[in-house]
């Protein structure tokens, strides 16, 4: 499996909930999870079939900024 990892624009539990579904349809449920404490607000996927590129797309879709993490 691997992990995508990205820093993200999510300032709150609240939006993570508005997130939940889409990421849960994107990942599977229980195969992300957010940090929230971290600086990079880093949302982590794990997944063998997800592109990054397919990550960050959906989630601009949702409007929220985020990026790859090296």
């Known amino acids: 499996m691997d ?7 999510v300032q709150s539990p609240i939006q993570v909930k508005s ?10 449920q229980g195969n992300w999870n957010f940090a929230l404490d971290d600086v990079d607000r880093v949302l982590r996927i794990v997944s063998d079939k997800i ?3 397919d990550a960050v797309k959906l989630l601009r879709s949702w409007g929220i900024d985020c990026k790859e993490l090296e």
């Open 3 to 9: 992990v995508i990892v990205l820093s993200t624009s």
């Open 19 to 28: 997130l939940a579904p889409v990421l849960n349809e994107l990942a599977g």
């Open 51 to 53: 592109k990054p590129t």
